[in-house]
Nanobody, 126 residues
């Protein structure tokens, strides 16, 4: 069974750090575009960070550049999102996604070939 399981979310104060993990089972991250997305209450889902497991190239939305770092460990079939200097506006449910696409940096959101995790809550208190 194909599965993505996120972990590492929680409650943190402004300026704190969290490290999210996304563990894949039932498939290998090799050749996948992996991404972290987030959705805050009342807002649309937002693409936060992506990484190509093939090239290692990464993308971060402007609002998290310099604070968040995405990485992947293909041997462990796990992707990570290191989040530093967290702000209240980072509060959201964070989702991991993966699409088989060696040429893509980010997984597409609206396609049947993209796998999604169940999400992990990140809450930043002011």
């Amino acid at each position: 069974e194909v599965q993505l399981v996120e972990s590492g979310g929680g409650l943190v104060q402004t300026g704190g750090s969290l490290r999210l993990s996304c563990a894949a089972s039932g498939f290998s991250f090799d050749g996948y575009a992996i991404g972290w997305f987030r959705q805050a209450p009342g807002k649309e889902r937002e693409r936060v960070s992506c990484i190509s497991s093939t090239s290692g190239k990464a993308y971060h939305v402007d609002s998290v550049k310099g604070r968040f770092t995405i990485s992947s460990d293909n041997a462990k079939n796990t992707a990570y999102l290191q989040m530093n200097s967290l702000q209240p506006e980072d509060t959201a449910i964070y989702y991991c996604a993966a699409e088989p696409a060696t040429w893509r940096l980010c997984p597409r959101e609206d396609t049947r070939t993209t796998y999604w995790g169940q999400g992990t809550q990140v809450t930043v208190s002011s």
